[in-house]
């Protein structure tokens, strides 16, 4: 920004130096009062009004964002201007007075811009606060080094010293922000039912939240550069280093890595709990398969957060995801397979049987039907059931479906097919009433969260 003509800087720079060299020094506060003022007009299409202290708690989501924007802009029109203010002083002024005089020019508008930007800071804690602490942060790094490479000399060190107290502001509750969201996450106690099993709305919130950290720059530095800096200076000297750049980034990772894996072992440990209200153990065990799953998942397709989180992690989740697998298995089908345990009929190729069949004496006949009603009349039931419940995944979904038809087919293929080589009914399309075919169609239905039966044209 060139605030002048070159010609009109010369003259003015002659005039201040006759005036200063006369000992008439009053013409410096003129000088800043006169440019204070220009300052203040120039930036009044921006204008930024600190909030009052009864306002701070009111400033929440999108007021926040707002006042915020405004805040930014502001920074980067004060930061333009005052770098112009500089340049006039240096060249209108002695170089012995034009750095205190400029300070003096530049001292109002700065204090507003650092009083606002604590005042916004101070607003009500929330968890979404922390994406607008670490956006005002962005902004203050990236004109931090101009600032300070304007600010020298003693008549400045006040001021520099209040910006670097604002970042500091900024970054530790920025980091108590994100500590605190673990918390809020442990105690959500909210009464949301998903009464299909699928992805509750926090698990989804949760790692919505912890991805957007992660496209922050600089925000390992943000949350946690203030821990190495306080561990560092414990164990080394003060004149060493902090960590060399590469270890302080592993580290950095490090601390990021521990606090998110404990957000989601809270966030895990929270939807146990949820999953204890299920009337159902089975749908309780497809609630958690789901919402882990999802967590994995997420967590796998954001390349940072995987790396940051490490392998191991991953490894454990996935032997928890077939822990589920089987608890559903356990609770869904251990009923069925009971069923259809044949320890009474004939095995094929086993010693004198005719090729009309296998005689079964009436004992045997009467299991036999027993067996084929319960099994028929519960899996007409499973079908009505959960072909209600989702498992929103579509891999997911198939890879259980396959794993249905695997555990269930064989067994009822092998007990009908020995049934109907006996006796023991003269209608056996009475009791086996499904086909292979009917059967494997039907648990293809399972978890499609679509009101679906054994009539459905589809299952023939």
């Known amino acids: ?56 708690h009111k400033l929440t989501g999108e007021l926040l964002e707002q006042r915020i924007g405004q805040w930014a802009t502001h ?12 340049q006039l002083a240096r060249a209108v002024l002695p170089k012995s007075h034009a750095q205190g005089t400029w300070a003096g020019v530049i001292c109002g508008t700065v204090e507003n811009v650092l009083a606002t930007g604590a005042s916004l800071v101070r607003s009500k804690k929330n968890p979404e606060k922390l994406f607008a602490l670490l956006d005002m942060r962005a902004h203050l790094t990236e ?14 060190e006040e001021i520099r010293s209040k910006f670097r107290e604002l970042l500091v502001f900024m970054t530790s509750t920025a980091s108590e922000t994100f500590e605190e969201f673990k918390d809020a996450v442990e105690q959500d106690s909210s009464k949301h039912e998903v009464a299909n099993g699928s992805v509750h709305p926090l698990t989804s919130y949760v790692l919505s939240y912890v991805k957007r950290v992660f496209e922050f720059k600089d925000a390992l530095e943000a949350l946690f550069g203030s821990r190495l800096k306080d561990a560092s200076t414990e164990d080394k ?28 072992q809270v966030l895990l440990n929270n939807l146990e709990s949820k999953a204890d209200r299920f009337k159902s153990k089975a749908l309780a065990s497809i609630f958690l ?27 454990v989740q996935h032997g928890a995801l077939q822990q589920y697998k089987e608890d559903y298995n356990h609770h869904t089908w251990a009923k069925a397979l009971e069923y259809l345990s044949d320890d009474m009929l004939p095995r094929t190729g086993g010693g004198n049987a005719e090729d009309e069949g296998w005689d079964v004496k009436e004992k ?5 039907k027993e067996k084929l009603g319960h099994l028929n009349k519960y899996l007409e039931e499973l079908v009505q059931v ?8 579509a891999s997911l979904r198939a890879e259980m479906q396959r794993d249905l038809v695997m555990l269930l087919i064989p067994p009822y293929t092998g007990f009908t097919l020995r049934a109907s080589n006996t006796n023991f009914t003269k209608k056996p399309t009475k009791y086996i009433k499904y086909s292979k075919e009917q059967v494997e169609g039907m648990l293809l239905q399972f978890f499609e969260n679509k009101a679906k039966g054994w009539n459905d044209p589809k299952s023939k």
Do not use: F
Request: hydrophobic content about 45%; aromatic content about 2%.
């Open 364 to 368: 045997q006949k009467k299991v036999i």
């Open 75 to 86: 920074l980067r029109a004060t930061v333009a201007l005052i770098a112009a203010e500089l």
């Open 386 to 393: 959960q072909s209600l419940w989702s498992i929103p995944d």
């Open 143 to 156: 004109v931090l080094p101009q600032l300070m490479s304007m600010l020298q000399g003693s008549a400045c």
């Open 237 to 264: 000297p003060a004149d060493a280093d902090a960590v060399r750049d590469t270890d302080r980034q592993a580290e950095l990772e490090r601390l990021m890595g521990s606090l998110v894996k404990e957000i989601l």
């Open 289 to 315: 398969l789901n919402n882990l799953h999802y967590v994995v998942k997420s967590v796998q397709k954001t390349p940072v957060m995987a790396s940051t989180i490490g392998s191991e992690w991953v490894t």
């Open 1 to 56: 920004i060139t605030l002048m003509p070159h010609d009109l800087t010369a003259q003015l720079q002659e005039v201040a130096r006759r005036l200063i060299s006369g000992g008439r020094l009053g013409c410096l506060k003129d000088y800043r009062d006169i440019r204070a003022g220009v300052v203040d007009e120039s930036l009044a299409p921006v204008k930024l009004s600190k909030p009052q202290k009864e306002e701070e």
